[in-house]
């Protein structure tokens, strides 16, 4: 279970440390409406495109980055209304099949269709196409290797529900309190 831990760890302080992209994101979406506000009294253009895509840029990184650690948390969406009212191994079998049917194969195919895009990005150092803009390069970069600790984490998922099924595994099967 080092490898689980490992993989916790490594969701939660990247989760973390993208959560912080979120102050940031209000900071620069905050002073773009101030200097749009100002506009109108310095008769200058306050605004910039790189502005406006460092907002969404900001936004896309920090939802990227914290997916492993929601997923880790458990925090993301569950569509089984079932699930809160099973026991340790019925939840382990949910988390088992959707980890291994659904979770580890989407993020790997998502990595392996972002990676030539990423690459070409930077081998063009791809910018964007508005006058002003910012690079796109990195955060096109980012994706592949954010779906990668995606997949790391629905792994460590996996290896998890599976040890609760191991036999002498700690078992509840009373239903959660949650139901």
Not at 53 to 66: G, Q, S
């Given at each position: 279970m080092a490898f689980v831990?490992?993989?916790?760890?490594?969701?939660?302080?990247?989760?973390?440390a993208a959560a912080w992209l979120g102050l940031l994101m209000v900071l620069v979406a905050a002073a773009n409406a101030a200097l749009g506000v100002l506009e109108p009294y310095t008769e200058r253009r306050l605004t910039h495109v790189a502005i406006d895509?460092?907002?969404?840029?900001?936004?896309?990184?920090?939802?990227?980055?914290?997916a492993p650690w929601g997923l880790q948390a458990g925090a993301h969406v569950r569509v089984?209304?079932?699930?809160?009212?099973?026991?340790?191994?019925?939840?382990?079998?949910?988390?088992?099949a959707g980890g291994v049917l659904l979770a580890v194969p989407f993020t790997v195919y998502a990595v392996v269709v972002t990676v030539p895009v990423a690459s070409e990005a930077l081998r063009i150092h791809e910018v964007s196409n508005d006058a002003g803009g910012l690079p796109r390069y990195p955060l096109l970069m980012a994706v592949p290797l954010a779906f990668g600790l995606l997949a790391?984490?629905?792994l460590a998922n996996v290896v998890r529900a599976a040890a609760a099924l191991r036999p002498g595994a700690p078992a509840d099967d009373e239903p959660s309190e949650a139901a």
């Open positions: 831990q490992l993989i916790d760890r490594l969701s939660r302080r990247i989760g973390q895509e460092a907002e969404w840029y900001l936004f896309t990184v920090l939802f990227l980055f914290a089984d209304v079932l699930y809160s009212r099973l026991g340790v191994r019925g939840r382990a079998w949910i988390d088992l790391l984490q629905g």
